[in-house]
């Protein structure tokens, strides 16, 4: 599913209504109509509406949804916010027309009658909110500020048409007044503010619903959400062997830091590689051994609980001699002069390879790295956090975390590697594509959790074209999460319980792969 901004979405508006010849009022009468039917079957049992339009296009939608809640037999109460029908946008004012044929009535409000919908406000058992459409800039300014503040402090619940009005489209920052909704009905697509924090969080249930909008006009747009459509999943064959699903070598780890390896190798092995082996510094083979069952471990030399400077002569070899198909490196291994030749090494190696936690810290030491990237002609997957970013960038982690997609996008192409950038949101960047994932919870952000992701990609790696590897495994990394929160709760959640979860993550999207089907509404959350 596309994720767009106001101006994408407007150009696929105009040259709908333009080109493909779908009238404005239509697509207006399908917003509405089916904002209103959501609303209905959420709040069956009210019985008070109160419709709150601006003097847009995004007014109009709220009017026809004004009007079928009329329609159903609710006490509705409709207010404009301009001071005159002269001022409302041509679409508006039809349905204004429409709406009072049918019987409807509206009170036009300005800052001189504000009381009025104060008010009407303390009797509603349900606001509609369609102030602002997802045009608007912030911050919001004048009376409608104030009104933003009245329906934020009824407590009442919130139905915003298209976007909480007051938010920005195009990110997940926040400024000024904005309505904080329980409910967000947006039409034909999701917009950024719908899935990035903190914005999201005022938007409450976001449903997506198709008015007709012709995709024709969008197909250039390459910024997607995850859902269970756009990822593949890796098959087994009856007649294979462990080989046939590749042998992942994860490589990290130091006294003090085992557990980053060991929950690395445990998830490759869960996430369905045939074979997994824990490159380990000798200091901390014992308690490697005694955690892994499934995988195996090769012990290299170390000094002080780190590998050592003989360790890289080691790893050549072991390298050279295994039939590994994938390299996973960098959890828990710290940063020395040994830790760095190992990763300028690994760069080298002509095998896919996952970079994560410490492998990123030591390769942001090495001199000009994007190089050493660029020149690998085999797939590359870069694990970074904001903070490895920043330290990989010399950007501001503010920065990155407001810009997740540029930054991500950029260093893509500079590295021409597959980025994924864990932030509150996941980022996956790949030449002009951009992936969000909406999995995953504040469950999350405990450690390891990335260790247990970036086992899981150097499983993936081998099954399937790297994006597809990377796609599928940022899914069910989320997705386990998400099924692991329902029975432990978040203040409990711990990196294991990821990989305990994986083989219900696997059976559960296998199941919403099954089950996909075209639905005229779908909510982001059965994604």
């Not at 101006?7 to 089916?34: H, W, Y």
């Not at 409709?78 to 029908?85: A, F």
């Not at 308690?287 to 002080?304: F, H, R, T």
Request: charge should be positive; charged fraction near 25%.
């Amino acid at each position: 599913m596309k994720v767009l901004k106001a101006k994408e979405m407007a150009f696929a508006d105009e040259n709908t209504i333009n080109l493909t010849g779908i009238p404005s009022l239509v697509l207006m009468e399908n917003a509405g109509r089916t904002t209103a039917q959501i609303t209905l079957d959420k709040y069956k049992d009210k019985e008070n509406f109160v419709v709150v339009a601006g003097s847009g296009n995004n007014g109009g939608d709220a009017l026809v949804v004004a009007r079928y809640l009329f329609k159903a037999g609710k006490k509705v109460k409709t207010y404009i916010l301009s001071s005159s029908r002269q001022k409302l946008s041509q679409d508006n004012l039809k349905n204004l027309e429409i709406y009072e044929n049918i019987g409807g009535e509206v009170l036009f409000i300005t800052e001189k009658n504000l009381r009025k919908l104060q008010f009407a406000l303390k009797n509603a058992d349900v606001i509609i909110d369609g102030i602002f459409g997802t045009g608007f800039k912030p911050p919001v300014k004048g009376y409608r500020e104030k009104v933003i503040k009245i329906i934020n402090n009824s407590k009442k619940p919130v139905v915003s048409v298209d976007i909480p009005s007051g938010l920005f489209s195009d990110s997940g920052q926040i400024e000024g007044e904005f309505i904080k909704a329980d409910i967000t009905i947006t039409f034909a697509y999701p917009k950024l503010c719908h899935i990035l924090y903190p914005a999201s969080e005022y938007c409450g249930e976001v449903f997506v619903v198709d008015i007709s909008i012709d995709e024709h006009y969008l197909q250039e747009i390459k910024r997607y959400i995850l859902t269970p459509k756009n990822i593949l999943l890796p098959k087994r064959k009856k007649n294979s062997h462990k080989y046939t699903y590749g042998h992942n070598l994860v490589i990290g780890g130091s006294v003090g830091k085992s557990g980053a390896v060991i929950m690395a190798s445990k998830a490759s092995t869960k996430a369905g590689a045939g074979l997994t082996t824990a490159l380990i510094p000798q200091e901390i083979n014992q308690v490697v051994e005694s955690n892994l069952i499934e995988e195996m471990s090769i012990p290299v030399s170390s000094k002080d609980g780190l590998f050592s400077k003989k360790a890289l002569g080691e790893i050549k070899n072991i390298i050279k001699k295994g039939k590994f198909s994938s390299i996973t490196i960098g959890m828990g291994m710290s940063i020395n002069d040994s830790t760095l030749s190992i990763i300028e090494y690994i760069l080298k190696v002509k095998k896919p390879i996952v970079i994560d936690a410490d492998g990123l810290n030591n390769l942001a030491l090495i001199d000009n790295f994007k190089n050493f990237l660029k020149k690998r002609k085999y797939p590359t997957i870069l694990t970074p956090h904001v903070g490895e970013m920043s330290r990989l960038t010399g950007l501001e982690t503010s920065y990155i975390n407001n810009n997740l997609e540029e930054v991500a996008k950029e260093f893509s192409k500079d590295t021409e590697s597959i980025v994924v950038l864990k932030s509150s949101r996941v980022v996956i960047a790949y030449k002009d594509e951009v992936f969000y994932s909406i999995k995953g919870n504040e469950g999350m952000a405990t450690a390891g959790t990335g260790d247990v992701l970036a086992g899981i990609l150097g499983a993936l790696v081998n099954r399937l074209e790297p994006l597809e590897a990377v796609k599928t495994g940022v899914y069910l990394h989320g997705f386990s999460g998400d099924l692991a929160v329902k029975d432990l709760g978040v203040e409990s959640l711990k990196a294991t319980d990821l990989i305990d979860y994986l083989p219900k993550a696997y059976f559960e999207l296998e199941k919403k792969k099954n089950n996909l089907s075209y639905s005229l509404v779908k909510s982001l959350k059965s994604y």
